[in-house]
């Protein structure tokens, strides 16, 4: 018998567009801190963006978490400090993340949060984190990302993947 699906399949182009749509979407959400943003966020488009944001980022985050275990994606220990931090809340010690560790993190987060800053703490230059909060065998964890450089850097290691 021949079947139609027999794994779950989440080719490179699908990481790439999911990263290209969280890209746009972080440096959306980052411009709403910026004084001379021309955009108010109503009720329903707050509820519109964390529904898109939300979405694309699980999705992304699945994508990914798909192609590490059969070493699709052989970079799942690589460090990206430019795009994630990690603390575990006891120890309030900053450390890089990988990005198994970032997609994990996505997955389970109990909470997730992204702030619109005051006009007087935003810059036209300012990069805003997406903060994740969750727990893992009791130990309370945070991690914050800025999505737009994770998803460059997902772009890049996926580059490298293929130009092996």
């Given at each position: 018998?021949?079947?139609?699906?027999?794994e779950h399949?989440?080719d490179?182009?699908?990481?790439r567009r999911?990263?290209?749509?969280?890209?746009?979407l972080d440096?959306?959400?980052?411009?709403?801190?910026?004084?001379?943003?021309r955009l108010?966020?109503?009720?329903?488009?707050e509820?519109?963006?964390?529904?898109?944001?939300?979405?694309?980022?699980l999705n992304?985050?699945?994508?990914?978490?798909?192609?590490?275990?059969?070493?699709k994606?052989?970079?799942k220990?690589?460090?990206?400090?430019?795009s994630?931090?990690?603390y575990y809340?006891?120890?309030?010690?900053c450390?890089?993340?990988?990005l198994?560790q970032?997609?994990?993190k996505?997955i389970?987060?109990d909470?997730v949060?992204?702030?619109?800053?005051p006009?007087?703490?935003a810059?036209?230059d300012?990069?805003?984190?997406?903060q994740?909060?969750g727990k893992?065998f009791?130990?309370?964890?945070?991690?914050?990302?800025?999505?737009?450089?994770?998803a460059e850097?997902?772009?890049?290691?996926l580059?490298?993947?293929e130009?092996q």
């Amino acid at each position: 018998m021949k079947h139609i699906l027999n794994e779950h399949r989440q080719d490179f182009s699908e990481i790439r567009r999911l990263c290209l749509i969280c890209h746009g979407l972080d440096y959306t959400t980052s411009s709403l801190s910026i004084p001379t943003s021309r955009l108010r966020v109503s009720e329903a488009t707050e509820a519109t963006i964390q529904n898109l944001v939300s979405s694309y980022l699980l999705n992304l985050a699945v994508a990914i978490r798909i192609n590490l275990y059969p070493n699709k994606i052989e970079f799942k220990d690589v460090e990206l400090p430019q795009s994630g931090w990690l603390y575990y809340d006891e120890e309030l010690v900053c450390r890089p993340v990988t990005l198994k560790q970032v997609c994990d993190k996505i997955i389970h987060a109990d909470t997730v949060s992204k702030p619109i800053l005051p006009e007087v703490m935003a810059r036209k230059d300012c990069k805003i984190c997406i903060q994740f909060k969750g727990k893992e065998f009791k130990r309370k964890w945070t991690l914050d990302i800025v999505l737009e450089y994770f998803a460059e850097d997902v772009l890049h290691i996926l580059d490298d993947i293929e130009n092996q």
